[in-house]
Nanobody
Framework: QVQMVESGGGLVQAGGSLRLSCAAS????????MAWYRQAPGKQREVVAS???????NYADSVKDRFTISRDNAKNTVYLQMNTLRPEDTGVYYC?????????WGQGTQVTVSS
């Protein structure tokens, strides 16, 4: 079964940290460039970070130096460590391949940052 299961979200105060996890199944995870996306209320979904099979990382300017993406190919899991969170980081976070596949969207995990 092809699916992504995101977890780790929650409510946190500005300046706090969260670590998101995404467990993938049904794809050749180790050869895929994976990405974290977020959708803020009333906005389109945007990519915030990506990681290649060789662990080359890219970040949106808005999260650079605050977020760190990583992966564990043995566990088919991609992570997003989020530090120094801001209210504008609030949204639903999803993982998918860097060229998103419609059938891979999971339910996401809600991140809410209070000021």
């Amino acid at each position: 079964q092809v699916q992504m299961v995101e977890s780790g979200g929650g409510l946190v105060q500005a300046g706090g940290s969260l670590r998101l996890s995404c467990a993938a199944s049904g794809i050749l995870f180790s050869i895929k460039t994976m990405a974290w996306y977020r959708q803020a209320p009333g906005k389109q979904r945007e990519v915030v970070a990506s990681i290649s099979p060789g662990s080359r990382r890219n970040y949106a300017d808005s999260v650079k130096d605050r977020f760190t993406i990583s992966r564990d190919n043995a566990k088919n899991t991609v992570y997003l460590q989020m530090n120094t969170l801001r209210p504008e980081d609030t949204g639903v976070y999803y993982c998918n391949t860097v060229v998103p596949v419609g059938g891979l969207w999971g339910q996401g995990t809600q991140v809410t940052v209070s000021s």
